[in-house]
């Protein structure tokens, strides 16, 4: 039995125009998708926006332990905006669906597992006669993924079962849009801005009366000081909050001092199983995570998974299935709000889903915390790989400490990303010093 796994990781419901994104931000895009050989078992079938090193297929196979050999790697042409990303006109290529033809004919297909489940990936399991093995298909062929991802549908849904939320409004106009902004100032707090599709808060911008405001989780602050400078604010940036297609935006109080925390479910035909729960790193936008959630109590845990769990519930009566992960925030003042719900497998599903497998199992995580970052600097991924050897730092399967490899950077910038397993966090950040001070040189 084998699984096709599709590396679409941007879509334009994720993150708006892809033509529009920047060169960088495609090959980032691209190096991240291949965190999906990851989940990949013998004779699994991956289709990814390029090859990776043959450094990082050789490591990440041989802690899952998969056959490299079985498995059947799978690049389609540069389609319009290049080779970076999987866009749909490279899902959709002939000449592609004709080589994935080919790879499912010697295969007994169980699953089609796509990073984000939109039309695309349904028309890909439609011309292999297919269309039952991608979980939810009716409804992510209809648009459904991408009313899930909506900030906008988030706040109304949300609204309608009465979770907790920030203050504010879904706005569609300039008018009401100066009018929701000056209401939130009026009363002393600044307003955090929300494309209603973006991701990693990105798409987010702060507004203030004064300065002093600290962005975490949106690009920047803009000072305001009155009525007519949200006017000019609002004229400036109104097709960029829109992402210059006439969307809604939305208008929430900002709190300062707030942690972004998650919990990641997976929802099924079954019901809705809880992967696991975290906090995100924001400097200033999405930066790293540590699971579980460090900052959370005991009681405050109970809390955001029982709210994550209602907030999927909808969406799987209306037919979504897959990872779906409800965000929030963690107040100063110990109150937890909801804060957005994303419908797709997220930067943190390998850590429950494939690292947790490296491990012995899920249900052993437990005693385990995760801290995961980016920027380790190393000459190569090979390099890294070694390095990590020699200094006995890597992931250690019976003390089930060290540090993982996840993703490959280095033709980019020169980094890798890690995920730092340990017992506890205070160890985790030790091992993450460890690291950092390594001689890096000496791998040449």
């Known amino acids: 039995m084998s699984t096709l796994y599709i590396a679409n990781n941007r879509t334009e419901d994720m993150v708006g125009d892809l033509a529009a994104q920047t060169e960088e931000e495609r090959r980032f895009a691209g190096a991240g998708a291949m965190r999906m050989v990851w989940f990949a078992k013998d004779d699994d079938i991956v289709v990814l926006p390029r090859l990776p090193e043959q450094a990082y297929l050789d490591y990440v196979t041989s802690m899952t332990r998969t056959r490299l050999s079985s498995l059947r790697l799978i690049v389609p042409p540069p389609g319009e905006i290049g080779e970076d990303i999987l866009s749909p006109d490279r899902l959709l290529d002939s000449g592609f669906l004709a080589e994935l033809r080919d790879a499912v004919a010697d295969r007994t297909l169980a699953e089609i597992a796509p990073i984000y489940p939109d039309a695309a990936a349904v028309a890909v399991a439609r011309t292999l006669g297919a269309e039952d093995a991608l979980p939810g298909a009716r409804f992510a062929g209809q648009g459904g993924t991408t009313m899930i991802n909506s900030k906008a549908v988030f706040r109304a849904v949300a609204a309608g079962i009465d979770a907790p939320i920030a203050r504010g409004a879904v706005v569609a106009s300039h ?28 798409g987010n911008e702060v507004v203030s009366r004064t300065d002093g405001v600290r962005p975490v989780g949106a690009s920047r602050v803009v000072v305001v000081p009155d009525r007519a400078a949200v006017e000019a604010y609002v004229e400036d940036r109104w097709n960029w909050l829109t992402g210059d297609r006439h969307d809604r935006f939305v208008v929430e109080r900002y709190i300062e001092g707030s942690v972004s925390v998650y ?15 975290g906090e995100m790193t924001m400097s200033p936008v999405f930066s790293g995570l540590v699971s579980p959630a460090q900052s959370l109590s005991g009681r405050q845990v109970a809390e955001l998974e029982q709210a994550g769990r209602r907030m999927c519930e909808p969406f799987r009566d209306l037919g979504y299935r897959g990872v779906l992960t409800p965000d929030a925030i963690l107040t100063p003042d110990g109150e937890l709000l909801l804060s957005e719900t994303n419908a797709r497998i997220s930067g943190c599903t390998h850590l429950y889903l494939a690292i947790a497998e490296c491990l012995g199992a899920r249900d052993r995580l437990g005693d385990r915390v995760f801290l995961e970052q980016g920027g380790w600097r190393v000459p190569s991924f090979g390099a890294a790989v070694d390095l990590l050897d020699r200094s006995g730092l890597a992931l250690d399967l019976t003390t089930r400490t060290g540090v993982v490899l996840v993703c490959d950077m280095s033709r980019l910038d020169g980094t890798v990303r890690y995920c730092v397993v340990a017992e506890d966090i205070a160890s985790a950040r030790r091992m993450q010093q460890e690291l950092a001070s390594l001689p890096v040189a000496a791998a040449v």
């Open 175 to 202: 008018r009401e849009a100066v009018a929701e902004i000056e209401r939130i100032l009026a009363d002393g707090h600044p307003v955090i801005l929300k494309k209603e599709h973006q991701v990693g808060g990105l």
């Open 263 to 277: 919990a990641e479910f997976l929802v099924t035909d079954d019901g809705v199983e809880l992967l696991g729960q």
